[in-house]
Nanobody, 124 residues
């Protein structure tokens, strides 16, 4: 059973940075696409970034381009999300997800496995 465990969330001031990690286990990941999503209170879960496990091909939501960067370390089965220049509107629970469709996707329904989420709170 695939398990995804996020870590690295916290409370920061606007303009500061965080790095989120997603440790993957229990499966093979060479054909997966990994994604980060977030959900703010009272809002729907939204796409943040995605990366192919076996390449450096990535995609980021327009709202985070230039500030957030997704990356992965295959040797550690871990995907990262670097969050720079954080804004109060970035406050949300951040979720890691994996899909075996093998194509970069911004759609929640394309992802088969989800982590439990990590809270990011940005104060002004």
């Amino acid at each position: 059973q695939v398990q995804l465990v996020e870590s690295g969330g916290g409370s920061v001031q606007a303009g500061e940075s965080l790095r989120l990690s997603c440790a993957a286990s229990g499966g093979t990941f060479s054909s997966t696409v990994m994604g980060w999503f977030r959900q703010a209170p009272g809002k729907e879960r939204e796409f943040v970034a995605t990366i192919k496990w076996t390449s450096r091909v990535t995609a980021h939501a327009d709202s985070v381009k230039g500030r957030f960067t997704i990356s992965r370390d295959n040797t550690k089965n871990t995907v990262y999300l670097q969050l720079n220049s954080l804004k109060p509107e970035d406050t949300a629970v951040y979720y890691c997800a994996a899909n075996y469709v093998g194509l970069l996707s911004m759609r929640l329904n394309d992802y088969d496995y989800w982590g439990q989420g990590t809270q990011v709170t940005v104060s002004s």
